[in-house]
C-alpha cells in the first residue's frame, strides 16, 4: 500500500508525462503501430485522403476540424470557431476518451487507455507535416 501511495506521489511531481518544454516525448516508431487501431478510419502519409474520419497529415498544432473538405460534428465546429488548435496537450485529451472530451463528436473510437500510447501517436502524428508544407 505504502509503495502504491509513492508511486502516485512521485508521478503527481512529475510535469505532464509525455510533453517537456512543450515538445512531444513519445516515440514515433511505436506510435505508428498503435495508429493501426486508427487505419479504418483515418490516413496519414503521402497522397493521404479523407476515409470516415479526415486525413490527419499536419493535424498536429493545426486549428480543431480545420480540413475544409471534411463534415465535421457541430461539437468539433464549435471547438473550431472558439479558436481550439490540436496541440499535443488537447490531442492526447481528446484521444483518451473522445466522448467525453468532445461530447458529441462522431468519433465511434473507445479512445487510447495508456498514456504512453497517446503519446506515441501524438509523435507519429507529428511526423506528417500538413500537404503542401
Do not use: Q
Not at 7 to 12: D, N, P
Request: proline share 5%; aromatic share 8%; charged share 25%.
Amino acid at each position: 500500500m505504502l509503495k502504491k501511495i509513492l508511486s502516485v506521489a512521485c508521478l503527481m511531481a512529475l510535469p505532464a508525462a509525455g510533453f517537456a518544454d512543450g515538445h512531444i516525448t513519445g516515440d514515433a516508431a511505436a506510435g505508428e503501430k498503435v495508429f493501426r487501431k486508427c487505419k479504418a478510419c483515418h490516413a496519414v502519409g503521402e497522397g493521404a485522403e479523407n476515409k470516415i474520419g479526415p486525413a490527419l497529415n499536419g493535424v498536429v498544432d493545426a486549428a480543431v476540424a480545420g480540413k475544409p473538405d471534411f463534415k465535421y460534428s457541430d461539437t468539433l465546429m464549435a471547438m473550431a470557431s472558439e479558436g481550439k488548435t490540436w496541440t499535443p496537450e488537447e490531442l492526447a485529451g481528446f484521444l483518451e476518451k473522445p466522448r467525453n472530451y468532445a461530447k458529441g463528436t462522431k468519433m465511434a473510437f473507445a479512445g487510447l487507455r495508456k498514456e504512453e500510447d497517446r503519446m506515441n501517436v501524438i509523435a507519429y502524428l507529428a511526423s506528417f507535416p500538413a500537404e503542401g508544407s
